[in-house]
């Protein structure tokens, strides 16, 4: 009888010393902790929801009023729809723009270090005079929105299809 009572000691103390033991028990000792943290803020629940919504909206707000695509902006706006806090937090810690402050910082950079390159031409000597009005229009514009000159005796040549294109290619 004493020989049992020892082999079940023995495998007792073996199932103590298991990972499966231990991390059950830590789950155990997390799950009290938090028990015993929302006991004691629960007389203060009220004031930290609202806070918690002030800021979320804060975070909504500027992440709206943003000057980036909205193709970025529209998952964090879901995000924090859903799960406000969570998603405010989560967009704070995960969303910054230090990466595209230095991006901006070396394209103006990379700007003025060509600029001496780059021949600035008027926007309509770039077209033929004979051509109409809209296709001057349109040069005008293509040139304002890409700060390049347009470019004299360009030919452009149109293929519908990938296979025209690539018969020409192959003659080249």
Sequence with gaps: MKGKMAAAGRKILWFLKTRYFLAFFCI????????????????????????????????LLYLINRDETPEFKLPWVFLMLIIPLVGALAFVVLSSTESGRTLKSRHEEAKEKLAP???????????????????????????????????????????????????????V
Excluded: W
């Design 28 to 59: 155990i000792l997390e799950f009290a902790q938090i028990m015993v943290l929302f006991s004691f803020l629960y007389q203060y629940f009220y004031p930290i929801t609202v806070a918690g919504r002030i800021f979320s909206m804060g975070v």
């Design 117 to 171: 390159y780059l021949r600035r031409l008027d926007a309509g000597k770039g077209i033929p005079e004979a051509a109409d009005g809209e296709a001057r229009l349109q040069v005008q514009y293509l040139c304002r929105a890409s700060g390049m000159s347009c470019c004299r005796n360009a030919e452009v040549v149109y293929y519908r299809t990938g296979q025209e294109f690539h018969s020409v290619l192959l003659d």
